[in-house]
């Protein structure tokens, strides 16, 4: 049995959330097969909701957020994993309604644990973490319906953030020419040495014309805005693109016609990171460590312990975080 700190989310009667340190026992952890000494985690939008009450990502408090964890495995019940293997868990429902990265110790499912590849150090995956590992699945799903880097330029919503900034580095490695869109003008030199070639303000894609469709502009995206966003980007992509949606940020809704897909025969195109299976979850990070890596990593992480995290919980709530911030234990 070991001590570790965890960050702890808890609600009082009235509905009103807290978060504070505290020290807890790993046997306090549900048993669920791995446990996992976590050595670094990674801040997304998801653990800012989890952490600030959100009950469409965390049902019940009190909680201890942060859905990216990498460590080494100090207990299996597994035969696929031995004490002290370095491993990764992102998604499934860590940090949801399972205690997640934010705590020094996880206790998951085997079927969540993903070796760490050879060539990718705990500081790293976890730079790239949900935020990396949604890029490449989004790519993934590009290039899969058959968007090469000759069919023209994608775009990248929210290019700034994490899902965003480590798009465009990996659409860059890729060879596809990138046009980052951003609302966050002090970020343009890091866009352009991340590999952006063309730099547009987020208002050029918020369309207020109510045209169905737009003069073409992207051959396809990757969009982590959603609502008028995404509809724009949709109106605006050249015939038989591909435009990825990834996130939620401006909103939920999608108001469009269906001429962009009927007229333009566009494929939009879900991402859904969590519950991507294993066989291509492991596809994914083995590419993200070998022909698929993702340089100047360094460059795009801000670190912090779990007590530096309330800062950045409130920043990434008013999307003014850029790149990632990663948690070391
Ligand atoms: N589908 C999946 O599996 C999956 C996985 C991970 C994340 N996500 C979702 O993807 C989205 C991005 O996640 P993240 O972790 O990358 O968040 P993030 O680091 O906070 O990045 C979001 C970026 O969106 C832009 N933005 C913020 N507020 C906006 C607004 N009101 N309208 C338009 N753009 C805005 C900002 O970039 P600029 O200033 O550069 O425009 C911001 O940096 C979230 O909705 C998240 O839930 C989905």
């Known amino acids: 049995m070991e001590e570790f700190r ?3 989310v808890s609600e009082d009667a009235n509905g009103n959330f807290d978060r504070k340190i505290i020290v807890r026992k790993t046997t306090v952890l549900e048993e669920k097969g791995v446990l996992i000494k976590v050595s670094y985690s990674s801040l997304n939008y998801k653990d800012a909701l989890s952490s600030t009450g959100n009950k469409g990502v965390t049902r019940r408090y009190p909680h201890t957020p942060g859905i990216d964890a990498a460590g080494t495995v100090e207990q299996s019940n597994s035969p696929d994993f031995k004490i002290g293997d370095p491993v990764i868990v992102t998604g499934y429902d860590l940090g949801m309604n399972t205690c997640g990265g934010f705590g020094g110790y996880i206790n998951v499912p085997s079927g ?7 060539g990718l150090s705990a500081e790293d995956s976890m730079t790239l973490g949900t935020a990396g590992f949604t890029a490449a699945l989004a790519v993934h799903h590009l290039i899969r319906s058959g968007q090469k880097p000759d069919s023209g330029s994608i775009l990248v919503t929210g290019a700034s953030g994490g899902v965003g900034c480590l798009t465009v580095a990996l659409l860059s ?8 869109s951003t609302g966050k003008p002090g970020q343009h030199d890091l866009l352009k040495r991340l590999g952006a070639k063309t730099i547009i303000d987020r208002a050029e894609v918020d369309d207020k014309t109510n045209k169905a469709l737009l003069k073409p502009r992207w051959s396809g995206a990757i969009d982590t805005a959603g609502g008028n966003i995404l509809a724009t980007v949709l109106k605006a992509c050249a ?10 940020v401006a909103s939920p809704l999608l108001n469009t016609t269906v001429f962009p897909f009927i007229l333009n025969g566009v494929n939009l195109l879900g991402v859904n990171s969590a519950t991507t299976p294993m066989v291509l979850r ?17 460059a795009i992480r801000q670190v912090t312990s ?6 950045w919980i409130q920043r990434i709530l008013k999307g003014e975080v850029a790149g990632r911030v990663v948690v070391r234990h």
């Open 239 to 248: 015939e038989h693109g591909n435009v990825a949606s990834c996130g939620n």
């Open 112 to 118: 969540w644990v993903v070796p760490m590849p050879a």
């Open 173 to 180: 490695v890729l060879g596809f020419e990138v046009i980052a």
């Open 6 to 8: 965890a960050l702890w």
């Open 306 to 311: 779990i007590d530096g995290l309330e800062d």
């Open 282 to 298: 492991k596809e994914i990070w083995l590419k993200l460590a070998n022909e698929w890596k993702i340089p100047h990593l360094a």
